[in-house]
Protein backbone atom coordinates (compact mmCIF):
# COMPACT_ATOMS: atom_id res chain seq x y z
CA UNK A 1 0.00 0.00 0.00
CA UNK A 2 2.87 2.14 0.95
CA UNK A 3 4.59 1.64 -2.79
CA UNK A 4 0.97 2.51 -4.23
CA UNK A 5 0.59 5.68 -2.45
CA UNK A 6 4.51 6.60 -3.15
CA UNK A 7 4.39 5.71 -6.88
CA UNK A 8 1.02 8.15 -7.36
CA UNK A 9 2.73 10.55 -5.49
CA UNK A 10 5.98 10.41 -8.07
CA UNK A 11 3.53 10.69 -11.14
CA UNK A 12 1.04 13.23 -9.83
CA UNK A 13 -2.14 12.69 -11.18
CA UNK A 14 -3.74 9.58 -10.46
CA UNK A 15 -3.78 6.95 -13.83
CA UNK A 16 -6.66 6.86 -15.94
CA UNK A 17 -8.46 3.14 -14.63
CA UNK A 18 -8.50 1.44 -17.92
CA UNK A 19 -6.52 2.73 -20.72
CA UNK A 20 -8.51 3.06 -24.32
CA UNK A 21 -8.18 -0.03 -26.16
CA UNK A 22 -7.20 2.00 -29.36
CA UNK A 23 -4.62 4.38 -27.74
CA UNK A 24 -3.39 0.86 -26.17
CA UNK A 25 -2.72 -1.13 -29.16
CA UNK A 26 -1.14 1.86 -31.34
CA UNK A 27 1.26 2.61 -28.32
CA UNK A 28 2.60 -1.31 -28.50
CA UNK A 29 2.16 -1.35 -32.12
CA UNK A 30 4.82 2.01 -32.37
CA UNK A 31 6.86 -0.03 -30.17
CA UNK A 32 7.16 -3.23 -32.60
CA UNK A 33 7.52 -0.92 -35.24
CA UNK A 34 10.40 0.90 -34.02
CA UNK A 35 12.46 -2.11 -32.75
CA UNK A 36 12.20 -3.33 -36.27
CA UNK A 37 13.54 0.09 -37.84
CA UNK A 38 16.46 0.13 -35.28
CA UNK A 39 16.80 -3.79 -35.63
CA UNK A 40 16.13 -4.32 -31.92
CA UNK A 41 15.00 -7.16 -30.13
CA UNK A 42 16.18 -9.69 -32.03
CA UNK A 43 14.75 -8.09 -35.19
CA UNK A 44 16.52 -9.35 -38.50
CA UNK A 45 14.15 -7.89 -41.15
CA UNK A 46 13.94 -6.13 -44.35
CA UNK A 47 12.65 -3.04 -42.46
CA UNK A 48 15.70 -2.33 -40.65
CA UNK A 49 17.13 1.17 -41.41
CA UNK A 50 20.45 1.65 -39.53
CA UNK A 51 23.43 0.29 -40.39
CA UNK A 52 24.47 -1.85 -37.54
CA UNK A 53 27.42 -3.62 -39.25
CA UNK A 54 27.33 -7.54 -39.46
CA UNK A 55 28.90 -10.80 -39.29
CA UNK A 56 31.26 -9.75 -41.77
CA UNK A 57 32.15 -6.17 -40.78
CA UNK A 58 32.92 -5.00 -37.75
CA UNK A 59 29.83 -3.47 -35.28
CA UNK A 60 29.25 0.19 -36.14
CA UNK A 61 27.73 2.45 -33.55
CA UNK A 62 24.11 4.10 -34.26
CA UNK A 63 24.41 8.00 -33.67
CA UNK A 64 21.60 9.56 -32.09
CA UNK A 65 20.58 11.00 -35.07
CA UNK A 66 20.28 8.30 -37.20
CA UNK A 67 18.17 6.20 -34.09
CA UNK A 68 15.88 9.35 -34.83
CA UNK A 69 15.40 9.49 -38.78
CA UNK A 70 15.32 6.12 -38.54
CA UNK A 71 12.71 5.86 -36.12
CA UNK A 72 10.67 8.87 -36.81
CA UNK A 73 10.47 7.68 -40.53
CA UNK A 74 8.98 4.47 -39.15
CA UNK A 75 6.48 6.20 -37.03
CA UNK A 76 6.05 9.13 -39.67
CA UNK A 77 1.96 7.30 -40.48
CA UNK A 78 -0.48 5.30 -39.25
CA UNK A 79 0.62 6.62 -35.62
CA UNK A 80 -1.66 10.01 -35.07
CA UNK A 81 -1.83 9.38 -31.41
CA UNK A 82 2.28 10.34 -31.05
CA UNK A 83 2.77 13.19 -29.14
CA UNK A 84 -0.92 13.46 -28.54
CA UNK A 85 -1.74 10.21 -26.42
CA UNK A 86 1.86 9.25 -25.97
CA UNK A 87 5.42 10.03 -26.21
CA UNK A 88 8.38 7.62 -27.01
CA UNK A 89 11.55 7.35 -25.39
CA UNK A 90 14.50 5.48 -27.09
CA UNK A 91 16.99 5.28 -25.25
CA UNK A 92 20.78 5.36 -26.07
CA UNK A 93 23.73 3.18 -24.99
CA UNK A 94 27.09 3.59 -26.00
CA UNK A 95 26.95 1.49 -29.66
CA UNK A 96 23.38 3.33 -30.41
CA UNK A 97 19.42 2.29 -29.46
CA UNK A 98 19.28 0.03 -26.44
CA UNK A 99 15.29 -0.25 -25.70
CA UNK A 100 12.38 1.50 -26.32
CA UNK A 101 9.14 2.66 -24.39
CA UNK A 102 6.09 5.02 -24.82
CA UNK A 103 4.64 7.16 -21.97
CA UNK A 104 0.84 7.56 -21.91
CA UNK A 105 -0.19 11.87 -22.04
CA UNK A 106 -3.67 13.16 -21.53
CA UNK A 107 -6.24 10.83 -20.84
CA UNK A 108 -3.38 8.01 -21.11
CA UNK A 109 -1.90 9.78 -18.35
CA UNK A 110 -0.04 7.02 -15.48
CA UNK A 111 0.39 3.97 -18.24
CA UNK A 112 3.19 3.00 -20.50
CA UNK A 113 4.98 -0.26 -22.30
CA UNK A 114 8.57 -1.20 -23.11
CA UNK A 115 9.86 -2.89 -25.63
CA UNK A 116 10.18 -6.58 -25.53
CA UNK A 117 10.75 -9.42 -28.15
CA UNK A 118 8.72 -8.98 -31.74
CA UNK A 119 6.85 -12.38 -31.00
CA UNK A 120 5.09 -11.32 -28.15
CA UNK A 121 2.83 -8.46 -27.47
CA UNK A 122 4.27 -4.77 -25.97
CA UNK A 123 1.08 -4.35 -23.41
CA UNK A 124 0.74 -1.22 -21.73
CA UNK A 125 0.73 -1.05 -17.78
CA UNK A 126 -0.27 1.29 -15.30
CA UNK A 127 2.55 2.93 -14.32
CA UNK A 128 1.24 2.54 -9.88
CA UNK A 129 0.91 -1.04 -9.89
CA UNK A 130 4.20 -2.81 -8.03
CA UNK A 131 3.91 -5.36 -10.26
CA UNK A 132 7.41 -6.51 -12.11
CA UNK A 133 7.17 -5.16 -15.70
CA UNK A 134 6.00 -1.80 -13.69
CA UNK A 135 9.25 -1.55 -12.16
CA UNK A 136 11.28 -2.59 -15.19
CA UNK A 137 9.52 0.40 -17.23
CA UNK A 138 9.68 3.08 -14.23
CA UNK A 139 13.56 2.48 -14.32
CA UNK A 140 14.19 2.69 -17.78
CA UNK A 141 11.82 5.87 -17.71
CA UNK A 142 14.31 7.46 -15.24
CA UNK A 143 17.10 6.36 -16.38
CA UNK A 144 16.30 7.72 -19.92
CA UNK A 145 15.18 10.86 -18.21
CA UNK A 146 18.41 11.20 -16.98
CA UNK A 147 20.87 10.73 -20.19
CA UNK A 148 21.24 13.13 -22.31
CA UNK A 149 21.43 11.08 -25.50
CA UNK A 150 18.00 9.93 -25.18
CA UNK A 151 15.83 10.08 -28.17
CA UNK A 152 12.49 11.27 -28.20
CA UNK A 153 9.18 11.41 -30.53
CA UNK A 154 8.20 13.42 -31.26
CA UNK A 155 9.74 15.62 -27.89
CA UNK A 156 9.81 14.78 -24.35
CA UNK A 157 7.36 17.30 -22.69
CA UNK A 158 6.73 17.05 -19.18
CA UNK A 159 6.97 13.01 -18.70
CA UNK A 160 10.05 13.22 -17.14
CA UNK A 161 8.96 16.05 -14.32
CA UNK A 162 6.30 12.99 -13.86
CA UNK A 163 9.01 10.58 -12.72
Known amino acids: MLKLL ?23 LAIVTVNKALGLESWKGPEVC ?62 GAYSCDYTRKCNPTKLDTPSKPTKRLVDRIRRACANEKTVWLPQRGDVCDRM
Request: aromatic residues 8%.
Open 6 to 28: ALSLLFGSPSAAKLDATVGREMS
Open 50 to 111: VDWGGMEATIKTVSADDTRKCATSAVAKDFPGLGTNYVMGILMADIGPATVFTIGLGDATGW
